[in-house]
């Protein structure tokens, strides 16, 4: 029994990964088509999908940094005389 060539075990090794990449890419590829696809379908009904991508970021936020970034922005527009409350 030969012990394995370290060559062909690392060409091996990168070869399963650079294919697991270019599946994960693919999977990818046909998720981001489905999401383009829901906002297509929300703009088709009335929905603003800016603001609708808004509204998804938002709530990734937790509510800490969403009070900061909202503070930052009241202070921007503030400072810029451009202050809505």
Request: charged letters at 40%; proline letters at 1%.
């Amino acid at each position: 029994m030969s012990a394995a060539d370290p060559d062909e075990v690392a060409r091996d090794q990168l070869t399963a990964f650079v294919e697991r990449i270019e599946r994960l890419e693919e999977e990818k590829k046909g998720v981001s088509d489905d999401i383009a696809e829901v906002y297509a379908e929300a703009k088709g009904n009335g929905f603003d999908v800016k603001v609708l991508r808004k509204v998804i970021a938002v709530r990734k936020q937790d509510v800490s940094e969403r009070a900061e970034q909202e503070a930052i922005l009241d202070l921007y527009l503030s400072a810029l005389g451009m202050q809505t409350d």
